[in-house]
């Protein structure tokens, strides 16, 4: 699936932290897929505002092919689901959620 910035960086932020074992290692896994390199944060010139917001050079954000297996994308559903079902959904949220519940 093809990730930009802000995808990953909402999906990093959503991810269970809690589970079974077996959930907790394709979180992992997925953790480290969506996390950047060395040369994408360079590239990216991501840095972290005093207001806790994360920034970076826009014109640098290339979309990443990320592999989201069957299970991992059932946890993203879940999570995206469960924040919906909670009213805790942001519009930050959307577009993911469209990707992960309203695309089935």
């Known amino acids: 699936m093809q990730l930009n910035t ?7 932020n959503i991810l269970p932290e809690q589970g079974d074992v077996t959930t907790i290692r394709i979180v992992h896994k997925l953790r480290q897929d969506l996390s950047f390199s060395e040369e994408e944060h360079a590239a990216l010139e991501i840095q972290m505002g ?9 014109e640098a954000d290339k979309p990443k ?3 989201i297996g069957p ?6 559903e879940g ?3 469960q924040l919906s079902e909670k009213g805790l959904l942001k519009e930050q949220h959307l577009p993911l959620y469209d990707r992960f519940v309203d695309a089935d």
């Open 6 to 12: 802000f995808d990953r960086l909402i999906l990093l």
């Open 50 to 58: 005093e207001d806790g917001l994360v920034r970076w050079k826009a």
């Open 65 to 67: 092919e990320v592999e």
């Open 71 to 76: 299970k991992a994308h059932t946890i993203v």
């Open 79 to 81: 999570v995206l689901r």
